[in-house]
């Protein structure tokens, strides 16, 4: 019997380990707009009751409380949008008159990295290959903007989707909860709440954990850009800070251009500190990433490490997100089948 109850355990576990990856693999796009919904929900359902205790009738709470944290979130964005848009309409006035007026000193530069070229073995540099090199460059871009606008209706949709969905879910929240609780296994049905409830709780501990990672590595970069001295260290260190929440990115995107500008142009010890400043910041988030992402999730930092990397492995740099919240799914289904009436006795 204890054998029967084993093997049962572990053909589950393999059943979910397949149907997870199923999901994220090719049915989560089919579903995102209710996963959306959702989580919509699950950030508007404390302003509804709140509006509702205030004497405003379901519908009423419900619709204004979307509204409002709707335009809250689309306001931060436009003043982030704008911020930026103001920023690169300044740099495109003074970038002319800074190559007008420093050609001496562009010419000395481009001699520093044919230098530091034949340092390295690689030869002179050819201008007009690395020119085409970064017109190529600028193309992908260009060509990767142009689809995020062509995507921006089907974004729309998903949009208006999720949020007619989250209103529904809101507004009904008694009958979703029981269609949802009727359609689980018998053996189940007392614990669904309780499951849902760590699956959510597990993913916002996540989202709050990469945020809080976020703020210590532009906080980490700016202040180790102030030690050495370098300029624009609080502007280097929000950006840093923003280049994280992009996977694999961060700090290396800004600091290591940086320190290589640095070195073609023969200043290698500013070089050097930018490099320690950027070894610094990557081991002190290697280090805080696992325990934080856990406290956050209720996981053991070796789960979050191994769930990061599996995910990674499996799903690229979607895998930072997949990997976590997965294991998190798993680790609420595991407490519910630990705690169900129906499992197997220990033997004694």
């Known amino acids: 019997m204890l054998k029967s109850g084993y093997w049962q355990q572990v053909a589950t576990w393999i059943g979910l380990t397949i149907s997870a990856y199923v999901f994220w693999r090719w049915m989560v796009w089919y579903v995102l707009p209710f996963v959306l919904a959702l989580v919509l929900a699950f950030l508007v359902s404390p302003v509804a009751k709140r509006l ?5 009738g379901p519908t009423v709470s419900v619709l204004t409380a979307l509204i409002a944290v709707l335009a809250g979130a689309f306001s931060m964005c436009a003043a982030v949008i704008t911020l930026l848009a103001a920023e690169l309409v300044e740099i495109s006035h003074r970038l002319p008159d800074y190559l007008k007026a ?3 000193e562009i010419g000395r530069y481009l001699s520093e990295w044919n230098r530091l070229r034949l340092r390295l073995g690689l030869g002179r540099a050819n201008l007009a290959a690395e020119i ?5 460059v600028m193309a992908i871009t260009a060509r990767g903007l142009a689809h995020s606008l062509v995507q921006l209706p089907e974004f729309g949709l998903i949009l208006l989707v999720s949020t007619l969905a989250a ?3 809101l507004r009904d929240e008694h009958l979703v909860r029981r269609v949802v609780t009727g359609l689980s296994p018998p053996s189940w049905r007392d614990r669904v709440g309780t499951v849902s409830l760590a699956m959510v709780n597990g993913f916002f501990g996540y989202v709050r954990a990469e945020f809080s990672l976020v703020a210590l590595t532009g906080l980490a970069t700016m202040g180790g ?3 050495i001295g370098a300029p624009y260290a ?3 260190g929000l950006t840093a800070g923003l280049l994280d929440l992009v996977p694999f990115m961060g700090p290396t995107m800004v600091l290591v251009p940086w320190a290589v500008g640095a070195l073609a142009t023969g200043d290698g010890a500013m070089a050097l500190h930018l490099l320690a400043v950027l070894a610094v910041v990557a081991g002190v988030r290697q280090i805080v990433e ?4 856990g406290q956050g999730t209720g996981l053991h930092p070796l789960v979050v490490l191994f769930s990061l990397y599996m995910g990674v492995r499996l799903f690229g740099a979607d895998g930072v997100l997949v990997g976590p919240v997965t294991a998190v799914m798993f680790k609420a289904i595991a407490e519910a ?4 009436d129906d499992l197997p006795p220990k033997a004694s």
């Open 52 to 56: 509702r205790r205030w004497g405003l």
């Open 102 to 104: 420093r050609p001496l």
């Open 132 to 136: 085409g090199a970064l017109y190529r």
């Open 167 to 169: 209103f529904f879910v």
């Open 225 to 227: 850009l102030l030690v």
């Open 234 to 236: 609080v502007l280097i």
């Open 290 to 293: 696992p325990r934080l992402v």
């Open 337 to 340: 089948m630990a705690n169900a």
